[in-house]
């Protein structure tokens, strides 16, 4: 029989104040982004810092509406295991809490239990035994609709107010936990803890304000932790990074000893992801940078000082989602033909008009676009430097679509309008584009944007974030 789990060393004490004895609280994550492989050796090293915590970043908005309205993992599940595996193993070898968020990608109840079922698969295979908490971050529709109800839901971006009937309309909808929930189940005892949609800095600060230290370094310092190496020089997100707390500041240095923290490097990642320079928003408040100092203390460890946070009047976190526009087939090809580029844009447009006149476009809800990289395929039409002209252009037939044949319909007879196209001072009346794949249409699937993202206004920080507790016992 299996003994009972150790209860984590911080729940020896009661919670501590500013002015407590403790020195630090030293966190390590092992990269920026779970699934995408770390590098051992520098995990390994940074584990020796003796950490009293890991945390990991498991998901994002990154990766566009698809993972959200699809309720998919980005990563294969085999990728996230590898590094649940030794994060796992780490943390319960130290008796250390492991604390992951956004699980994973979206944090839907139903990718959360994915990365469940992993938990207690890896745990099976190495009898580890440990206190698990389960923080929910789906929010059921019903009870969003009486929000909506009660006031107004505000956009966070060019969105109206929420309404039921794009409620109704959205896959999954998920809101970002701040530290709260995280801290809650750190207080019950939780010695792994994953978590739904979750705010990146709040995973690596519970522990720290948890413990009585300042929240404003606590976030700031989870800020650079979330992104691991991408803060050190060179920058890569495989690479683990140890951050700790202090009394009124924070250091951050790489796990790899050949990687180093420079005051460049740190302030610039402060700037990540960001609208304003000083100020960053999260749920229940905003961390204000604008004293923000950095110093160089050795090669390769930089000190932070001066981070502030300001609460809010009102809690309020984040709601995420996406719905369905239909269909995506798409057709790839590469144009060199000089007088072909140089006439790019009449050509595009003639292709438009035959399609609408093909497939009624308009009304029949159908999207076309033409991305046309080495000429504005990023920018589109904000794209400032036209000159001189590409010498190759990669164009993307994009065709969206209510159903899948439509779309690769209408992406296809797209490409056949420009492979025969005529323009101004055209030499041949075919091969002036070439296709890098066979066949040249390719059906996507389904197709999605962001429906929803809106700030919701909540009377608790862990309202709308459900904690299951369940003990692992191999």
């Known amino acids: 029989m299996p003994s009972a789990p150790r209860q984590p060393h911080f729940l ?11 020195k630090q609280i030293t966190g390590v994550a092992p990269s920026g982004s779970m ?16 950490p009293d915590f890991i945390g990991q970043d498991a998901g994002s908005t990154d990766m566009g509406p698809y993972y959200h ?9 085999s990728a996230y295991r590898r590094d649940l595996a030794v994060m796992l193993q780490a943390a319960r070898a130290a008796k250390i809490p492991l604390l992951i968020g ?7 109840n139903r990718t959360l239990q994915l990365m469940i079922g992993l938990v207690r698969e890896v745990a099976a295979e190495h009898k580890l035994s440990f206190k698990l908490a389960v923080i929910g971050a789906e929010i059921d529709k019903s009870y969003l609709k009486r929000k909506i109800e009660a006031g107004p839901i505000e956009p966070m971006g060019p969105e109206g107010i929420l309404t039921a009937q794009v409620v109704d309309a959205a896959g ?7 530290m ?5 189940a750190l207080q019950a005892g939780a010695e792994v803890i994953i978590a739904g949609r979750a705010c990146d800095d709040a995973i690596f600060a519970a522990l720290p304000v948890l413990r009585g230290f300042d929240p404003g370094l606590s976030l700031h310092c989870g800020k650079i932790l979330e992104c691991a190496g991408l803060s050190a020089v060179p920058y890569d997100l495989g690479e683990p990074m140890i951050g700790r707390v202090r009394q009124d500041h924070f250091e951050v240095e790489p796990g790899n000893p050949g990687s180093r923290c420079t005051t460049v490097s740190v302030a610039g990642h402060s700037l990540y992801e960001r609208s304003d320079p000083f100020l960053q928003a999260g749920p229940g408040g905003l961390n204000d940078l604008t004293h923000a100092s950095f110093e160089q203390t050795d090669d390769r460890t930089v000190r932070v000082r001066g981070s502030a946070y300001v609460k809010d009047t009102q809690y309020r976190v984040k709601l995420e989602a996406a719905e369905q526009l239909g269909y995506r087939s798409i057709v790839v090809v590469g144009i060199r033909d000089a ?22 476009l308009r009304e029949n809800g159908i999207s076309l676009f033409f991305r046309a990289y080495g000429k504005d395929g990023v920018m589109g039409e904000l794209e400032p430097d036209r000159d001189p002209p590409a010498k190759e252009v990669g164009l993307v037939i994009d065709a969206v679509a209510p159903d899948q044949n439509t779309a690769t319909a209408v992406a296809m007879f797209t490409r056949g309008v420009l492979q025969h196209a005529h323009y101004p001072g055209i030499l041949t009346t075919a091969g002036n584009m070439a296709y890098p794949f066979s066949p040249f249409g390719i059906p996507v699937g389904p197709a999605y944007r962001f429906s929803v993202y809106h700030l919701m206004p909540v009377a608790d920080a862990c309202e709308c974030f459900p904690i299951h507790y369940e003990t692992i016992r191999n």
């Open 12 to 22: 020896m004490a009661t919670l501590f104040n500013a002015g407590t004895s403790m």
């Open 35 to 50: 699934g995408s492989g770390y590098n051992l050796a520098s995990f390994k090293r940074a584990m020796q810092a003796n």
């Open 69 to 77: 309205g699809a309720d998919q993992p980005f990563l294969p599940m």
């Open 102 to 108: 956004s699980a994973i990608t979206n944090g839907s």
């Open 172 to 178: 999954p909808i998920v809101a970002q936990m701040g």
């Open 180 to 184: 709260e929930p995280f801290m809650q």
């Open 339 to 360: 007088v072909m580029i140089q006439e790019l844009d009449g050509v595009l447009e003639h292709a438009r008009e035959r399609a609408e006149e093909r497939f009624g």
